[in-house]
C-alpha cells in the first residue's frame, strides 16, 4: 500500500463513497427481523452559499450513531432530503427572473455533492424534496384532512367533519363539545336543515382544523407577503432586514389551539432537552384564571371589553383598563376629542415588534380612548386606555391594570396620573409571597380578609351567577397563520364557490404551481399566483377551466412541508398514500433527532401538532414524531476585523477614498490621541498617501469604523493570524477596499473575534478546502473533537493538522518502516488485550451518551498505546478497526479491504467487550511501616496471604526498615495496603 498521502486518501475516500453508491451499502430494509432504528438530520434548505464546516457537525453525530447501530444489529433508517420551498430562492427569482425551482436544484445539486463529499451513510434512494409535486402532493392531502375535521373536546381528539355534519342534522350544536370560534351561534336541527349550502360551509369553517379568518399578522410591504414571528427581529425581517407592519388581513389559520393541552402533556413522555421543553410550555402558556366583563359606560353602545385575568382576586385594585393598538373596539369607543391622539398612537405602536413590546418593561407609552366602562363589582367608571403593551394576541388583548400589583401597571399609573388603590395589607411582602398562601385583603369590599383561595372561589362564583364572567384555562398561544403571499410555497387545494372555499378534488392533485410573468405580487396587492393565467378550478374539468373558479392564490408556509417529512422518509415512492401502513407501523417515530434549538417554537411545535392529528384520525400509530431531541451547538467562526478612519475632514475635488489603519495603529490612536507627536505622525502618513490624488488632510479624530473582510485575505490560515494580504484584499468585490488607502507601521494588521460563522459575517470555512487538504475522515474526526456536541465551540484551523496525525499512526500500525502492509496473525499480549478492550468499552459507552468528543480522545489514548507496543497483530487493529469506523468510515474500509475482506465494514459485528481483559493480576502494594510509607511490593491478586507474609518479612527493604525489631502485627488489606506494626 502507498504511505499516508493526502493524494492517497482522496483516491480511497472517492472510491469508497462510489462503492456505497452503487452497492446501495446503507439501504434500510423496508420490513425486518431486526429491532428498527431511525435516526434523523433536521433537513437542510439548500442556500446558494452551501454548506460550511457549521453545518455538517450535527450530521456527522448522527451518521456515527447510524453506522454504530447497524453494526450492532439494527435495521437503520438514515435519510436526507431537502426543505427546498422558502423566501432566499423567490427573492432571488425576483431579482433576476429565474425561476425559483432552477435555483433551487442548483443549490440542492452542490449540498448533494458536498454531502457525499463527507461520507454519511444515507439511503440516498429515500430523498425527499418539498418542492417536489410528488412530495407535496401529499402535503396538500394533509391539509386537506384538517379542513375536513374539528375537534371533539369530549373525546379529546379531532373527527372527520362528516361525523360533525351527523350530529347538526340530528341535534343542532347544543350539546357538541368542540374547538370552533368565540363568535359560532347556536341553533336547532332544524336551523341546520333550513340553512343553505352557502351558510352551512361558513359555519363548519368555524369548527374546522384550517379555516379562514380576520388574523393580525405581520406583513413586509418591500416582500410582499406575511412573515411568521420567527422571521421577524426588532419590527424588520431578518431577510433584507425591512420594515415590517401589524395588519389585520384574511388568512388561512389552523387550529393548533385545539391541541394546547396536549402539546403540553406530551412533553412529560419524550426525551429532549429541557430548555426546549421549557420554550414550548412558555410558547403554549397554560394559565388559569377568570374571564371577565367590564361593560362600557353610557355611550359605549352596549359594547363591553372582555379581560383574562390569572388574579381576579387583585380586582378592587384595578383602576383603569388597557387594550392593545390592534384590539377591535378601539375605534369604536375612542370620543372624538380624542380620536387623532389615539390614532396617531396607534399607527406607531401596532407596527413594534411583539419582542419589542413584552421585553421594554420600563418603557412607557399609550393614550386614553376617552372611554369609560364599568367596574363590575363597585360600579365605578374606570378609564380605558389603549397601549402597546397589551398584546392582541395574548388572551383578550385586553387587561385589567392593577397598579399596586404590577409594575408595567404600575409604571402606566405613575405616568399618566392614575390611582393606586392597595389590595393587601402588606403589598411588599405579597410580591415576594407565593399568592397561593394565606393574606389579608384590604380595599376589597366582601372578600377583605379572605385568603387567596377563598377570596378567588367567591369572585368567580358571583361573576358567574351574575353572568359577568367565568372560571377559564387560557392559553397564550394563538391559531398558527397558515397563508403566505407568496410565489415558491405549496399551493393551498382550495377554490372559491361565491367567496366560500371548498377543497378541489383529490384526483386532482397535486395543485402544481402555475407559471407567472413575475414572482411579485400584482398592482392591486394580491399575491403572485394571481398573475397566473386561467387560475381557475372545476371539480368535472380540474385546473385551468374556462368555465372554473377562481383558486386560492396564497400558498403554503415554510413549516408546512417540514411538518411530516419524517413519516415520507418511511416510503418515499408510495403514488397512493403518503406512507404504506406497514412501513408506519414498523418504524413509527424517530428514535434520535438532531437539529438546532431554534426550531423550539415553530418546527418542533408544528410537527408535534400535525403528528398528534394524524394520530386522532388514524393514520399513523404514534402522537409523538420524535423519541430524543439533541440540540447540536455552533461551531463558530473567528471574523477578521479591520477599521476605517471616522472622523476626517479633507480639501480637493473628486471621491474621497476611505482610510483604514492597522490595528495595533488604531490601539495607539484610541490611547495616545491627546499625544501631539502621535497625532502629527498620523496626519503627515495620511498626507503623504493622499497628496498623490489630489487631497490634503485638514483634521483627524480617533473615530474608526469596524469593517468585517474575508478571512482568505489573511496571510496564512492560522487561527490567530492577524496580518492582512492588502494586495489581494483590494480585489474583493465586497466594500470599498480597491479605492481605499491603508496606514499600518511595518505590516497591516487586523483583529479577530469569535463570532457566528455565516457568510454575512465573511468568517465562512468551506468543508471542502478543509477536505482537499486533510480528507473527509479528518473532518469527520476533527468536528467531533472539538468539545460536546451540544456546545458552541470555535473553529480552530490550528488544531487540524493534530487529528490528521492521529489517523496517520493509526495507518502506520498496519505497515513496516517503508510502508509495506504488515499486518500479523500472532497471538496478542495481555497489555494489547487490555488497550483494545477498555477503547470497545469506552467508545460504546460514549456513543451511546452522544459524547463524541471523548471517544476520539481515547482513540488517540489507544493507538499511542498500540504504538508503543509495536502492535501490529490482526486480533488487536481489526476490531479497533470496526471501533473506529463509524467515525472515521473511509480509512477504516480502506484497511479492512487489505485484512481481506470482500464486503464493507458495516456489515461486520461491533466487537464485544470482555471484563476479563481489563482484570489486574497483579497489585503494587504500598508498604507503611509503624504509620510511614517505606516501600512498595507487587503481588499477584489471588497470592495466598501466607505466601505474602513471607515474602514481605523477607523483603531486604522491610527488613531494614524493622531495624531487627519483631513484628508485633502484620495487616494485609487485598488490593490496597500492607501494614507493619514493629
Known amino acids: 500500500m502507498a504511505d499516508f498521502s493526502i493524494e492517497e486518501i482522496k483516491k480511497f475516500e472517492k472510491e469508497w463513497q462510489q462503492y456505497w453508491l452503487k452497492q446501495k451499502t446503507f439501504k434500510a430494509e423496508a420490513n425486518s427481523h431486526k429491532p428498527k432504528y431511525y435516526t434523523l438530520d433536521m433537513f437542510p434548505y439548500p442556500s446558494g452559499a452551501g454548506l460550511h464546516v457549521g453545518h455538517p457537525l450535527g450530521y456527522i453525530a448522527t451518521d456515527i450513531v447510524s453506522r454504530f447501530k447497524r453494526q450492532k444489529g439494527f435495521n437503520v433508517l438514515h435519510p436526507m432530503g431537502f426543505d427546498a420551498f422558502g423566501l432566499p430562492a423567490e427573492q432571488y427569482a425576483i431579482q433576476t427572473g429565474q425561476h425559483p425551482a432552477v435555483t433551487t436544484e442548483q443549490n440542492i445539486a452542490r449540498y448533494l455533492e458536498q454531502l457525499k463529499n463527507i461520507g454519511f451513510a444515507y439511503d440516498w434512494d429515500r ?20 379542513f375536513n375535521s374539528w375537534y371533539d373536546k369530549k373525546a379529546d381528539k379531532a373527527r372527520d367533519i362528516q361525523e360533525l355534519i351527523s350530529l347538526f342534522a340530528s341535534e343542532g350544536n347544543a350539546q357538541v363539545q368542540a374547538e370552533c370560534d368565540e363568535d359560532t351561534p347556536a341553533f ?34 418591500a416582500l410582499g407577503t406575511v412573515l411568521s414571528n420567527d422571521e421577524v427581529k426588532d419590527g424588520f425581517s431578518e431577510r433584507g432586514g425591512h420594515p415590517v407592519e401589524r395588519k389585520k388581513m384574511s388568512q388561512w389559520s389552523m387550529r393548533i389551539t385545539a391541541y394546547a393541552n396536549r402539546l403540553l402533556e406530551g412533553l412529560e413522555r419524550i426525551d429532549w432537552p429541557e430548555p426546549v421543553k421549557e420554550m414550548q410550555r412558555n410558547w403554549i402558556g397554560k394559565s388559569m384564571g377568570c374571564q371577565l366583563k367590564f361593560s362600557l359606560t353610557p355611550g ?50 401596532k407596527n413594534r ?34 397601549a402597546d403593551y397589551v398584546l392582541a394576541g395574548y388572551g383578550t388583548g385586553a387587561v385589567m391594570a ?35 398562601k394565606e393574606g389579608k385583603y384590604i380595599n376589597s369590599d366582601f372578600i377583605n380578609g379572605m385568603g387567596y383561595a377563598e377570596a378567588t372561589q367567591s369572585l368567580i362564583a358571583r361573576l358567574e351567577a351574575e353572568g359577568r364572567g367565568k372560571g377559564k384555562v387560557n392559553f397564550r398561544i394563538r391559531d398558527a397563520i397558515f397563508g403566505r403571499q407568496r410565489y415558491w410555497g405549496e399551493p393551498i387545494p382550495v377554490y372559491f364557490k361565491n367567496g366560500t372555499p371548498y377543497l378541489v378534488e383529490e384526483k386532482h392533485l397535486p395543485i402544481t404551481l402555475p407559471e407567472v410573468d413575475k414572482y411579485l405580487p400584482t398592482e392591486d396587492g394580491e399575491p403572485p399566483l394571481a398573475r397566473a393565467k386561467n387560475w381557475t378550478y372545476s371539480p368535472e374539468k380540474g385546473l385551468g377551466a374556462a368555465d372554473g373558479y377562481p383558486m386560492e392564490t396564497t400558498t403554503m408556509p415554510g413549516w ?28 413509527q417515530a424517530v428514535d434520535l433527532y438532531i437539529g438546532g434549538s431554534e426550531h423550539a417554537t415553530g418546527h418542533l411545535l408544528y410537527s408535534r401538532f400535525w403528528c398528534k392529528f394524524l394520530f386522532d384520525r388514524g393514520f399513523v400509530k404514534v402522537d409523538e414524531p420524535f423519541k430524543k431531541l439533541i440540540n447540536q451547538g455552533m461551531i463558530q467562526g473567528k471574523s477578521a476585523i479591520t477599521y476605517r478612519l471616522a472622523n476626517l475632514t479633507y480639501e480637493g475635488t473628486g471621491k474621497r477614498p476611505p482610510i483604514y489603519i492597522s490595528s495595533d495603529l488604531k490601539d495607539k490612536l484610541t490611547a495616545e490621541y491627546d499625544n501631539i507627536d502621535f497625532k502629527n505622525w498620523l496626519f503627515d502618513e495620511i498626507n503623504s498617501i493622499l497628496i498623490k490624488d489630489g487631497f490634503k488632510l485638514l483634521t483627524v479624530g480617533k473615530e474608526v469604523t469596524p469593517i468585517k473582510f474575508d478571512i482568505k485575505y489573511l496571510k496564512t490560515e492560522a487561527d490567530a493570524e492577524v496580518e492582512v494580504d492588502i ?9 470599498d477596499f480597491s479605492s481605499a488607502k491603508y496606514i499600518f507601521d511595518i505590516t497591516f494588521k487586523c483583529e479577530r473575534e469569535i463570532d457566528k460563522m455565516s457568510k454575512s459575517k465573511h468568517n465562512v470555512v468551506n468543508p471542502d478546502d478543509v477536505i482537499a487538504q486533510y480528507g473527509a475522515d479528518t473532518l469527520r474526526l476533527y468536528e467531533m473533537f472539538l468539545g460536546p456536541l451540544e456546545q458552541f465551540k470555535p473553529w480552530n484551523t490550528n488544531g487540524i493538522s493534530g487529528v490528521f496525525g492521529f489517523l496517520r499512526k493509526f495507518w502506520r500500525l498496519f505497515h513496516d518502516d517503508k510502508g509495506n502492509w504488515n499486518l500479523s496473525e500472532a497471538e496478542p499480549s495481555a497489555e494489547e488485550l487490555k488497550s483494545l478492550h477498555k477503547t470497545i468499552k469506552k467508545v460504546e459507552e460514549d456513543i451511546e451518551k452522544f459524547s463524541f468528543n471523548t471517544s476520539v480522545s481515547t482513540f488517540m489514548i489507544c493507538v499511542n498505546e498500540l504504538s508503543a507496543l509495536k502492535c501490529n497483530k490482526r486480533a488487536i487493529l481489526e476490531p479497533l478497526t470496526i471501533v473506529l469506523s463509524s467515525y472515521a468510515p473511509h480509512i477504516c474500509e480502506e484497511l479492512w479491504k487489505h485484512m481481506g475482506h470482500n464486503s464493507s465494514i458495516i456489515e461486520a459485528s461491533y466487537p464485544e467487550f470482555k471484563e476479563e481483559y481489563l482484570k ?38 522491610v527488613q531494614k526498615w524493622m531495624e531487627g525489631k519483631p513484628v508485633k502485627k502484620l495487616i494485609i488489606v487485598p488490593g490496597r495496603i500492607i501494614n507493619l506494626v514493629v
Open 402 to 436: 392593577v397598579p399596586s400589583g404590577d409594575q408595567r401597571d404600575y409604571l402606566f399609573a405613575k405616568h399618566f396620573g392614575l390611582p393606586i388603590i392597595p389590595i393587601l395589607d402588606t403589598q411588599k411582602i405579597e410580591e415576594e409571597a407565593d399568592p397561593t
Open 353 to 386: 415588534s411583539e419582542r419589542e413590546r413584552m421585553t421594554e418593561v420600563k418603557r412607557v407609552s399609550g393614550a386614553f380612548t376617552g372611554a369609560y366602562a364599568e367596574h363590575p363589582f363597585t360600579g365605578k367608571p374606570v378609564p380605558v386606555y389603549v
Open 188 to 221: 336547532s336541527a332544524a336551523d341546520w336543515k333550513g340553512f343553505s349550502e352557502e351558510e352551512k360551509q361558513k359555519l363548519l369553517l368555524k369548527y374546522r382544523l384550517t379555516y379562514i379568518s380576520e388574523a393580525v399578522v405581520n406583513w413586509c410591504p
Open 127 to 146: 430523498e425527499v424534496r418539498t418542492s417536489d409535486p410528488a412530495y407535496y402532493r401529499w402535503t396538500q392531502w394533509i391539509f386537506m384532512q384538517l
Open 727 to 735: 494586495e489581494r484584499l483590494t480585489t474583493w468585490e465586497f466594500g
Open 920 to 957: 489486574e493480576n497483579a497489585f503494587e502494594y504500598p508498604v507503611s511501616v509503624n504509620g510511614k510509607m517505606r516501600h512498595k511490593l507487587s503481588f499477584a491478586l489471588d497470592m495466598p496471604q501466607a505466601e505474602m507474609e513471607k515474602a514481605i518479612l523477607a523483603d531486604e527493604t
Open 300 to 349: 359605549g353602545e352596549g359594547l363591553a371589553i372582555e379581560v383574562f385575568t390569572t388574579r381576579v382576586d387583585t380586582i378592587f385594585g384595578a383602576t383603569f383598563l388597557v387594550i392593545a393598538p390592534e384590539h377591535e373596539l378601539v375605534a369604536k369607543i375612542t370620543t372624538p376629542e380624542q380620536k387623532q391622539e389615539v390614532e396617531s398612537y396607534v399607527s406607531i405602536a
Open 560 to 587: 408546512a412541508g417540514s411538518s411530516w417529512y419524517w413519516f415520507r422518509y418511511m416510503d418515499p415512492k408510495n403514488e397512493t398514500a403518503f406512507a404504506d401502513t406497514k412501513a408506519l407501523d414498523y418504524w
